[in-house]
């Protein structure tokens, strides 16, 4: 099938790539140039494991083309939106200034059954507003979100675990999801769950999926609190609690919380549009949510403070990890950075490193002492803190090692992620979130 995808950030670019794989015709489109002339080349304009190759790969078979003419749409059977919907700046609000714009330039080169695809996440309600701009050209739209994860992009969206078709009633609608179902043949041949709904569920499934992810996120963060005045340990905790299959395991890892381009602003916006719909008390709950998110970045700048007796003024802290989560480039929302920036904030002489993220960081915190080389950054440090769980620092810097290259012997662990008992047998004070 021919397909466009209008927006290559960290979305498009790699729904565009994924397609391209499974066979499709696609060309990618998007306002920045620089971006565009970097995946033309066959490079991703980011870090994701796995997309280099995708992108080189359908760049040089001529079935993936970028380009910032928005005329190359013409012809293409599904046109998928993936531009992003930031968190406005005066308020929680999502911000639809690209989607309205994307959706807006596709009409003068719509043809009557194309189908345009909303993948952006957007406040529920808004297809069917789109939708009345859409049908007059006698194309379709749907709502169709994604659910990638960062780091994971690639196969997340190769092999998703479900897809989700919003439609409009009747036929129209049952046409449009058959025209999806052709899209993604090769997951549904794979019994890949394909579920098609109509525009509000589709919208809520993506907003509601992220919303209980970061609850489990902070729901073990607030009984890190409790375990901290406790003395509790909150990994065995989640440990124990999540052999229940009811609970599981997985995001029940407490630390420093979530961060990233999705998690903090999706639940803001979903407060916010929970509000215009007088139902803001069924979701008042993500406020606090958010609160203990952001008190975990507190309580890991207070775990150094600390330990180094009260002050960071004039002390050396390493921090290691930048990026929002392991194996992306990507701070939007970084606890990460965040805590960085802090303790430079309060006097520390802050030297930060991640294996990707540190042009991204640099770009917007110059203020920081960057080193690329790990065991350079941890070089002379008092403290050190671990942010961002890397398998550089996790599972490749040993204790012992580390004691050859710092001179105090503090560690603080903002995501759970250190074998305690090994740092604290090799002379090192260590310090977990919600662990004794
Ligand atoms: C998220 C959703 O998982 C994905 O389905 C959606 O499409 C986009 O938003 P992503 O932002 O890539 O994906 O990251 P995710 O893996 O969900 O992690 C979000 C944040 O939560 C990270 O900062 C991570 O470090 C943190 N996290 C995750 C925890 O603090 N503890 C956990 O147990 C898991």
């Not at 997985?250 to 719909?277: M, N, Q, T, Y």
Request: with cysteine; hydrophobic share 45%; proline share 5%.
């Amino acid at each position: 099938m021919r397909l466009s995808v209008i927006g290559c950030g960290y979305l498009g670019a790699v729904h565009a790539a994924a397609m391209a794989a499974i066979g499709h015709d696609v060309v990618g489109v998007d306002v920045d140039s620089a971006r565009i002339e970097t995946l033309a080349a066959g490079h991703p304009p980011f870090f994701e494991p796995g997309l280099e190759e995708l992108i080189g790969e359908g760049v040089a078979s001529g079935r993936l083309q970028f380009t910032t003419d928005l005329k190359a749409v013409r012809g293409a059977a599904v046109h998928f939106v993936a531009v992003n919907t930031p968190q406005v700046k005066d308020g929680y609000a999502a911000d639809l200034t690209y989607v309205n714009a994307a959706v807006q330039g596709l009409l003068p080169f719509l043809s009557p059954g194309d189908l345009v695809a909303g993948k952006s996440t957007v406040p529920v309600g808004t297809a069917a507003t789109l939708a009345e701009r859409v049908t007059p050209t006698g194309a379709t739209l749907v709502w169709n979100p994604e659910f990638l994860r960062e780091g994971w992009a690639v196969q997340d969206t190769i092999d998703p675990d479900r897809l989700v078709a919003g439609v409009p009633a009747g036929e129209e609608g049952e046409r449009a999801a058959d025209i999806l179902r052709e899209v993604y043949h090769p997951s549904i041949a794979k019994n890949t769950p394909f579920i098609v709904t109509d525009y509000a569920t589709a919208e809520l499934v993506k907003v509601s999926a992220n919303a209980f992810l970061a609850t489990k996120i902070s729901f073990i963060n607030a009984m890190a609190e409790i375990a901290e005045v406790t003395g509790a340990d909150v990994t065995t905790l989640a440990d124990a609690i999540g052999h229940d299959a009811r609970i599981g395991r997985r995001f029940l890892g407490a630390g420093i919380g979530f961060g990233g381009g999705c998690l903090p602003k999706d639940i803001r916006a979903f407060s916010a549009r929970a509000e215009e719909l007088g139902r803001g008390e069924s979701v008042v709950f993500l406020r606090e949510v958010d609160a203990i998110n952001l008190r975990r970045r507190d309580r890991a700048v207070d775990l150094v403070v600390t330990a180094l007796g009260g002050s960071v003024f004039k002390k050396n802290v390493t921090v290691l990890g930048a990026a929002f989560k392991p194996h992306s480039d990507d701070i939007r929302d970084s606890p990460a950075l965040d805590v960085a920036v802090r303790l430079h904030g309060l006097g520390a002489w802050v030297t930060l490193t991640d294996p990707e993220a540190i042009e991204n960081a640099r770009r917007i915190h110059p203020q920081l002492n960057y080193v690329e080389d790990r065991d350079e950054a941890l070089r002379g440090a008092d403290a050190v803190i671990v942010v961002t769980e890397w398998d550089e620092y996790r599972r490749e810097l040993s204790p012992e090692h580390a004691s050859t290259l710092a001179s105090g012997r503090i560690i603080v662990d903002g995501r759970n992620c250190l074998d305690a008992a090994a740092w604290r047998a090799a002379g090192w004070e260590y310090y977990g979130m919600g662990r004794p």
